[in-house]
């Protein structure tokens, strides 16, 4: 049988559409690129705004559309939306979050169990979720309350992956030829919580490191209410990646409060100075939400303000998206669509500006890159694009294919969306 494998949304859902790949391969099953290729079509979706919603359903109909094949439709906004779901053309069977773990053993009518008891080294998806990076569950679920998300409802409370199954994901990646794991999760920072061993994330991390030979290491999306300072010590060791993706959503101390963020601007500031005392150039991102029910025009020039004295490698923004069923969807003062737009291009602006003001002080200096594209221009040249560990893209062009690479490059200049370098012999 072959099978097309989709998904949208964040590296969770990325890393489960792996894992039902690998199922299935582990079956004596294709995966395909393409649902006009495929006998069965799963689709992971999303929810965590209006547009990733719209996106999930936009996806289910192209699928339908474009082949024949059953659909089973699985993720968040089917959780939320299972009659919906079960209504959009192709759909043949929808598979809640919580029965999601066992969907390929269900549709095969096999036992889960096979799949421990012979395993099968990690290949890259075909098509668009073509990575080199492998995408590792090792925790779903969350147990905070913010006021404008969906997920805890759509994933239900944490839940730890335990160590064994995070070891044998990793193992069977690298004998795939994965040179970076990106470890992923609903609340990452909250693994071993539920474990009752009094492990956290930091031992999680050091086991990976002591008991495979993964060349690199990033993590996913933290919250920043998880690190005590003791946790930047790991970055002692070298493969993990440079990189802290601490989301904040809002600069203003009045609206994370109206969120229920566990989090202020000074304890944020605290996390991000112990960070970079162990590393001054490590790379901090975010992701910010303006226009949340009750953001003056002062809230949002404090985050303007706070954003430029932390002074991020980049960002994501979102426009608040009132999604049924949170608290905030209910807030009073909620903020017209054109402020919204307004404050997001804004903000992205700064963000751009904030990006390409890190990413200079790397011009002129070598960094390791992990090639993940490479185009061919012509018969004598490629073009490769990659990230180094401080998550900077950094493009080359050279005379053969070095995809799944990492190498020492030299960067030169900027290029588009890029950095240009040369690889050092």
Known sequence: MKIYLDSIGCRLNQSEIEIMASQFRQSGHEIVNAASEADLVVINTCAVTNAAASDSRQKIRQAAKTGNAPIIATGCWVTLEPEMAKGLPGVDNVVLNQEKLNLVSDFLHISPQIFDLEPIAREPLPGD?????????????????????????????????????VLHEIHNAVIGGVKEVVLSGVHLGSWGKDLQNGMCLSDLIKTIMSDTDVNRIRLSSLEPWDLDDQFFELWTDQRLCNHLHLPLQSGADSILRRMARKTTKQSYREIVNH??????????????????????????????????????????????????????????????????KRRSAVLRTKFIELAHTYQSKFIGRNLDVLWESSTILDKEKFLLKGLSGNYIKVSAIVSTDRWNIIENVHLENFYQDSIIGVINE
């Open 129 to 165: 979720h073509q990575r080199t990076r492998a995408f590792v569950k090792v925790q779903d679920g969350c147990d905070n309350f913010c006021t404008f998300c969906i997920t805890k409802i759509a994933r239900g409370k944490g839940v730890s992956i335990p160590i064994s199954t």
């Open 275 to 340: 960070a970079r005392d162990v590393n001054p150039e490590m790379a901090i991102t975010t992701d910010m939400i303006v226009g949340f029910p009750g953001e003056t025009d002062d809230d949002f020039s404090e985050t303007l303000d706070f954003v430029q004295e932390i002074g991020f490698a980049g960002g994501h923004v979102f426009s608040f998206s009132a999604r049924p069923g949170t608290p905030a969807a209910k807030y009073d003062m909620q903020i017209p669509s054109s402020i919204r």
